[in-house]
C-alpha cells in the first residue's frame, strides 16, 4: 500500500465522489423495492451530503481534489438501469501495479471507477430520515427524539412520545395523535389522483408544487416498515399510561400488518373496554377467538364483557374455556347475575312486576351494569307499577348501543326487545314518531314478537291522536282537539304530554277548573314537566289565584332564568297579589298535593281515580267530623304525593251507592286507577299504615 499512497487510483476518485463514505457498498433490504430505471437516464437525483457519517483514515485524506469533493453539498448520482446487475466489490491487494492497471483490476472486479455506480440502498432508517426531513420543512423544526433500538427517529406524538401543544397556527392540530394513525385506525381521504402530498420512493422525497399541503403520516409510513410486535408494544405502553385511543391505533396499524394474530385483537378489545367500547371489544375478542379457539386470554376478557352486557349464560361457558386465565371474581358475578335473571323470568311469567323489579336491580348491581335488555326489562317493570319518572330515568342510564351491533350480540330477537323497550321510553317522554319507528323495525327483526306489534298498534293510534288534536287546536277548534286527545289518552291513560295538550284545550274553552287538573295529573307523571307547570301557572293566574301562580313562575325561572313569557306572568302576579293585601295564598284548593279537593261532580271524581299515583277519598256527610277532617289534613301534609278528596254524599248518593260506601266516615285507596283498600269507620291507624304502604310500593 505504501507504493500508491502518492497516487491518484480509481478508488481515490470513487472516494471524491462519494464524500467520506467508503467504497464498500453494503445492500439495504430496501433496495429490493426501488425501481429500476436505465443506466443511462439523464434524470438525477440530489441526496444531502451526511456530515455525520464515518470517516476513514488512508492516504488520500490529505487529496486535494478529496478535499473540494467533501465541500460539495450534494452529490449526483445516475439511477441504475433495467439491466444493472449489482455485484458486490471485494478490494484486493494489487502490489506494483500503476494507475491504469490499478483501475483495470478494479473493472474486472465488477466496478468501473469511471462510471458513477448506485446509491446504496437506504434502509428504514434513511426512509423515516427522509419523511422527517420533508415534515420539518413544512412545518418547521421541531426536536426529534432518537429511539435507541433502530435508529428510527420518531415525532412528537408519534408511539407514546408527546410533544407540548404548540400555539403557532402552523402546528395547530399537529398534536393529535390521531393525525398519526394507520389508515384501519383512522380513514384518510385519498386524493383524486391517487398519491399523497408526500410520497415516499426510497430516499427519494417528491413534493407537491401546489402549495404546502398535510404532512405524512408517520405512523402510516411505520405500518408498512414495522414490526408488527414492535407497534404491539408501543400500544401497550399506551395503555399502561392511559392513552387508550392512541393504543387502539397502533393495534389497528399492528393488525393491518398481521390480521392472523389473535394477541393483537385480544389487546384492542382491552383498550376499547377502557374506551366505553364494550360491544366493539366484545366483537374483537369473538374474533380472537376465531383465529385462536384456544387462546384462553380472549375467553376470559369475552366472558367478562358478556357479564356486563347481561349474558350471564354465555359468560360462565368462556370463563370455562378460559382455564387458569379465569378471573374468579368475574366468575362468581356471571353466576350470581344467572341466578338473578332466572328469578326475574320466573316473576315476568307470573305477572309479579315487584319481583322483576328487585331482580333486575339486584342483576345490575351483581356486575351486568351495560345490559340494555336487563334495563329496559326494569324500566317495563316501573312502568307496570305507574312509577314513570323512575322508569324515564332507568333508560336514560341504560347505555345506548347502537342496534345493528346489537343485532350482532342478541340476535334478532334480543334486538326487538330492546327496540320494544325504547318504544315505551320515547312514548312515555312524548317522542311519539321515534315510537312508531322503533316499533316497526322490532316488529321487522321479530315477527313474532306479540309485545312488539302490541306496541306498534299502541304507538301509531297515540302518535296519530296527537297529530290530528295539534291540527283541531291550530285552528281554534279547541273542543273538538280535547276529544282527539282524549282518545289517544284512551290508549296511554298517563301520557304527560296529551294531558297536557288537553289542558290547553281546555284552559282555551274557560274550563279552568279541568284544565288544572290534567296539569296536576301530567306532573303526576312527570313532577319536572315544565310544559305542564307553565299551563297551571297560567290557569291560576285566569282563576286568580296569585299565590299559586307566584309559586309556579318561580319554580320555572329556577330552571330558566331568561324565559320573558314567565318573567310577564310573575309580574303581573305579583303586582295583583299586592292589589289583594299581599298574602301569599298557596291555599289554592284544586291542587292535589296542597289542600283537600271537595269533588263537586261524577266526572271529576273518575278523574282523579283513574290518574296515575295513589288518591285517598273519604265519604262522609256534609256536616262531617271535625276530628276527622283535622287527621285528613295532617296526612295531607305529611303524603304531600297523595290526592285527598272528599265526597259529600249528600250531594253525591249515586256516587256512593255506586261504591259501595254504606257507612260513614269510608276511607277508599285508589292506587292507578284500581280500587287498592277500604278502611271503614275512624281506624286512622290502619289507615295511615296503609297509605304509607303504598307511597312506598
Same mark, same amino acid.
Given at each position: 500500500?505504501?507504493?500508491?499512497?502518492?497516487?491518484?487510483?480509481?478508488?481515490?476518485?470513487?472516494?471524491?465522489?462519494?464524500?467520506?463514505?467508503?467504497?464498500?457498498?453494503?445492500?439495504?433490504?430496501?433496495?429490493?423495492?426501488?425501481?429500476?430505471?436505465?443506466?443511462?437516464?439523464?434524470?438525477?437525483?440530489?441526496?444531502?451530503?451526511?456530515?455525520?457519517?464515518?470517516?476513514?483514515?488512508?492516504?488520500?485524506?490529505?487529496?486535494?481534489?478529496?478535499?473540494?469533493?467533501?465541500?460539495?453539498?450534494?452529490?449526483?448520482?445516475?439511477?441504475?438501469?433495467?439491466?444493472?446487475?449489482?455485484?458486490?466489490?471485494?478490494?484486493?491487494?494489487?502490489?506494483?501495479?500503476?494507475?491504469?492497471?490499478?483501475?483495470?483490476?478494479?473493472?474486472?472486479?465488477?466496478?468501473?471507477?469511471?462510471?458513477?455506480?448506485?446509491?446504496?440502498?437506504?434502509?428504514?432508517?434513511?426512509?423515516?430520515?427522509?419523511?422527517?426531513?420533508?415534515?420539518?420543512?413544512?412545518?418547521?423544526?421541531?426536536?426529534?427524539?432518537?429511539?435507541?433500538?433502530?435508529?428510527?427517529?420518531?415525532?412528537?406524538?408519534?408511539?407514546?412520545?408527546?410533544?407540548?401543544?404548540?400555539?403557532?397556527?402552523?402546528?395547530?392540530?399537529?398534536?393529535?395523535?390521531?393525525?398519526?394513525?394507520?389508515?384501519?385506525?383512522?380513514?384518510?381521504?385519498?386524493?383524486?389522483?391517487?398519491?399523497?402530498?408526500?410520497?415516499?420512493?426510497?430516499?427519494?422525497?417528491?413534493?407537491?408544487?401546489?402549495?404546502?399541503?398535510?404532512?405524512?403520516? =408517520?405512523?402510516?409510513? =411505520?405500518?408498512?416498515?414495522?414490526?408488527?410486535?414492535?407497534?404491539?408494544?408501543?400500544?401497550?405502553?399506551?395503555?399502561?399510561?392511559?392513552?387508550?385511543?392512541?393504543?387502539?391505533?397502533?393495534?389497528?396499524?399492528?393488525?393491518?400488518?398481521?390480521?392472523?394474530?389473535?394477541?393483537?385483537?385480544?389487546?384492542?378489545?382491552?383498550?376499547?373496554?377502557?374506551?366505553?367500547?364494550?360491544?366493539?371489544?366484545?366483537?374483537?375478542?369473538?374474533?380472537?377467538?376465531?383465529?385462536?379457539?384456544?387462546?384462553?386470554?380472549?375467553?376470559?376478557?369475552?366472558?367478562?364483557?358478556?357479564?356486563?352486557?347481561?349474558?350471564?349464560?354465555?359468560?360462565?361457558?368462556?370463563?370455562?374455556?378460559?382455564?387458569?386465565?379465569?378471573?374468579?371474581? !368475574?366468575?362468581?358475578?356471571?353466576?350470581?347475575?344467572?341466578?338473578?335473571?332466572?328469578?326475574?323470568?320466573?316473576?315476568?311469567?307470573?305477572?309479579?312486576?315487584?319481583?322483576?323489579?328487585?331482580?333486575?336491580?339486584?342483576?345490575?348491581?351483581?356486575? !351486568?351494569?351495560? !345490559?340494555?335488555?336487563?334495563?329496559? =326489562?326494569?324500566?317495563?317493570?316501573?312502568?307496570?307499577?305507574?312509577?314513570?319518572?323512575?322508569?324515564?330515568?332507568?333508560?336514560?342510564?341504560?347505555?345506548?348501543?347502537?342496534?345493528?351491533?346489537?343485532?350482532?350480540?342478541?340476535?334478532?330477537?334480543?334486538?326487538?326487545?330492546?327496540?320494544?323497550?325504547?318504544?315505551?321510553?320515547?312514548?312515555?317522554?312524548?317522542?311519539?314518531?321515534? !315510537?312508531?319507528?322503533?316499533?316497526?323495525?322490532?316488529?321487522?327483526?321479530?315477527?313474532?314478537?306479540?309485545?312488539?306489534?302490541?306496541?306498534?298498534?299502541?304507538?301509531?293510534?297515540?302518535?296519530?291522536?296527537?297529530?290530528?288534536?295539534?291540527?283541531?287546536?291550530?285552528?281554534?277548534?279547541?273542543?273538538?282537539?280535547?276529544?282527539?286527545?282524549?282518545?289517544?289518552?284512551?290508549?296511554?291513560?298517563?301520557?304527560?304530554? =296529551?294531558?297536557?295538550?288537553?289542558?290547553?284545550?281546555?284552559?282555551?274553552?274557560?274550563?279552568?277548573?279541568?284544565?288544572?287538573?290534567?296539569?296536576?295529573?301530567?306532573?303526576?307523571?312527570?313532577?319536572?314537566?315544565?310544559?305542564?307547570?307553565?299551563?297551571?301557572?297560567?290557569?291560576?293566574?285566569?282563576?286568580?289565584?296569585?299565590?299559586?301562580?307566584?309559586?309556579?313562575?318561580?319554580?320555572?325561572?329556577?330552571?330558566?332564568?331568561?324565559?320573558?313569557?314567565?318573567?310577564?306572568?310573575?309580574?303581573?302576579?305579583?303586582?295583583?297579589?299586592?292589589?289583594?293585601?299581599?298574602?301569599?295564598?298557596?291555599?289554592?284548593?284544586?291542587?292535589?298535593?296542597?289542600?283537600?279537593?271537595?269533588?263537586?261532580?261524577?266526572?271529576?271524581?273518575?278523574?282523579?281515580?283513574?290518574?296515575?299515583?295513589?288518591?285517598?277519598?273519604?265519604?262522609?256527610?256534609?256536616?262531617?267530623?271535625?276530628?276527622?277532617?283535622?287527621?285528613?289534613?295532617?296526612?295531607?301534609?305529611?303524603?304531600?304525593?297523595?290526592?285527598?278528596?272528599?265526597?259529600?254524599?249528600?250531594?253525591?248518593?249515586?256516587?256512593?251507592?255506586?261504591?259501595?260506601?254504606?257507612?260513614?266516615?269510608?276511607?277508599?285507596?285508589?292506587?292507578?286507577?284500581?280500587?287498592?283498600?277500604?278502611?271503614?269507620?275512624?281506624?286512622?291507624?290502619?289507615?295511615?299504615?296503609?297509605?304509607?304502604?303504598?307511597?312506598?310500593?
Amino acid at each position: 500500500m505504501g507504493e500508491i499512497s502518492g497516487e491518484k487510483t480509481g478508488c481515490g476518485f470513487l472516494r471524491a465522489v462519494f464524500g467520506r463514505r467508503g467504497t464498500r457498498p453494503r445492500r439495504s433490504s430496501s433496495t429490493g423495492s426501488l425501481p429500476q430505471t436505465n443506466l443511462n437516464n439523464n434524470n438525477v437525483t440530489r441526496f444531502p451530503s451526511t456530515p455525520g457519517s464515518r470517516t476513514r483514515k488512508d492516504a488520500f485524506a490529505d487529496s486535494p481534489n478529496a478535499k473540494k469533493d467533501q465541500k460539495q453539498a450534494d452529490r449526483i448520482i445516475e439511477r441504475p438501469g433495467q439491466t444493472y446487475s449489482r455485484n458486490v466489490y471485494k478490494p484486493q491487494q494489487h502490489q506494483g501495479l500503476n494507475k491504469n492497471e490499478t483501475a483495470r483490476a478494479g473493472s474486472q472486479q465488477g466496478y468501473v471507477p469511471a462510471r458513477k455506480g448506485p446509491p446504496p440502498g437506504p434502509g428504514i432508517s434513511g426512509e423515516l430520515e427522509s419523511v422527517i426531513m420533508d415534515y420539518q420543512k413544512m412545518k418547521g423544526a421541531g426536536s426529534l427524539i432518537r429511539a435507541s433500538s433502530s435508529n428510527v427517529m420518531l415525532f412528537g406524538n408519534l408511539g407514546n412520545l408527546r410533544q407540548p401543544r404548540n400555539n403557532n397556527s402552523s402546528n395547530a392540530g399537529s398534536n393529535n395523535v390521531l393525525d398519526y394513525t394507520p389508515s384501519s385506525a383512522k380513514d384518510e381521504p385519498v386524493p383524486a389522483n391517487g398519491k399523497y402530498s408526500t410520497s415516499v420512493i426510497g430516499n427519494v422525497v417528491k413534493k407537491n408544487e401546489h402549495g404546502p399541503e398535510k404532512p405524512v403520516s =408517520l405512523c402510516r409510513a =411505520l405500518s408498512t416498515r414495522m414490526d408488527p410486535e414492535e407497534l404491539k408494544i408501543l400500544g401497550n405502553e399506551d395503555y399502561k399510561n392511559g392513552r387508550f385511543a392512541e393504543a387502539v391505533a397502533l393495534y389497528d396499524a399492528a393488525i393491518s400488518i398481521d390480521p392472523n394474530k389473535a394477541s393483537y385483537r385480544s389487546n384492542k378489545s382491552a383498550a376499547l373496554v377502557a374506551l366505553g367500547k364494550l360491544l366493539e371489544a366484545a366483537f374483537e375478542c369473538r374474533e380472537a377467538i376465531r383465529i385462536e379457539p384456544c387462546y384462553q386470554r380472549a375467553h376470559n376478557r369475552l366472558a367478562t364483557l358478556y357479564v356486563r352486557l347481561g349474558e350471564a349464560d354465555k359468560a360462565v361457558y368462556h370463563f370455562k374455556q378460559s382455564g387458569p386465565e379465569a378471573d374468579p371474581d !368475574a366468575m362468581n358475578k356471571a353466576k350470581t347475575v344467572q341466578i338473578h335473571l332466572n328469578k326475574c323470568t320466573d316473576s315476568k311469567r307470573q305477572g309479579d312486576w315487584n319481583g322483576v323489579l328487585r331482580e333486575t336491580s339486584l342483576s345490575i348491581e351483581a356486575g !351486568a351494569d351495560s !345490559a340494555p335488555l336487563i334495563f329496559g =326489562l326494569k324500566a317495563e317493570a316501573l312502568l307496570k307499577l305507574n312509577r314513570r319518572e323512575e322508569a324515564i330515568q332507568t333508560m336514560q342510564n341504560c347505555p345506548n348501543f347502537d342496534i345493528d351491533d346489537c343485532t350482532k350480540l342478541y340476535g334478532p330477537i334480543g334486538s326487538a326487545s330492546i327496540l320494544v323497550y325504547r318504544a315505551q321510553f320515547n312514548l312515555v317522554t312524548g317522542r311519539f314518531d321515534d !315510537a312508531v319507528a322503533a316499533a316497526q323495525r322490532a316488529t321487522k327483526l321479530d315477527p313474532n314478537n306479540m309485545e312488539a306489534t302490541a306496541m306498534l298498534r299502541r304507538s301509531k293510534a297515540v302518535a296519530s291522536a296527537r297529530a290530528n288534536g295539534n291540527e283541531l287546536f291550530k285552528v281554534a277548534r279547541y273542543s273538538e282537539a280535547s276529544i282527539a286527545y282524549g282518545e289517544g289518552l284512551s290508549y296511554d291513560p298517563y301520557n304527560a304530554v =296529551l294531558l297536557c295538550n288537553r289542558a290547553a284545550c281546555k284552559s282555551k274553552l274557560g274550563q279552568y277548573q279541568k284544565a288544572l287538573d290534567d296539569c296536576n295529573a301530567a306532573l303526576n307523571v312527570r313532577s319536572n314537566y315544565s310544559k305542564a307547570i307553565l299551563r297551571r301557572a297560567d290557569c291560576y293566574a285566569k282563576m286568580e289565584k296569585w299565590g299559586a301562580c307566584v309559586q309556579d313562575c318561580e319554580v320555572l325561572l329556577r330552571e330558566n332564568p331568561d324565559d320573558e313569557e314567565v318573567q310577564k306572568l310573575l309580574k303581573e302576579a305579583k303586582m295583583n297579589l299586592q292589589k289583594h293585601g299581599g298574602n301569599l295564598d298557596t291555599n289554592v284548593g284544586n291542587s292535589p298535593s296542597t289542600s283537600i279537593v271537595v269533588v263537586s261532580s261524577i266526572e271529576r271524581f273518575r278523574d282523579y281515580v283513574t290518574s296515575p299515583g295513589t288518591s285517598m277519598v273519604l265519604f262522609c256527610k256534609k256536616a262531617g267530623d271535625r276530628k276527622t277532617m283535622q287527621l285528613i289534613q295532617q296526612l295531607n301534609q305529611r303524603y304531600p304525593s297523595i290526592n285527598f278528596l272528599k265526597v259529600e254524599v249528600d250531594d253525591h248518593p249515586s256516587l256512593a251507592k255506586s261504591e259501595g260506601v254504606n257507612s260513614f266516615p269510608t276511607f277508599i285507596i285508589y292506587t292507578n286507577g284500581l280500587r287498592a283498600k277500604e278502611v271503614r269507620g275512624d281506624n286512622y291507624v290502619l289507615l295511615e299504615k296503609s297509605i304509607k304502604y303504598y307511597v312506598n310500593s
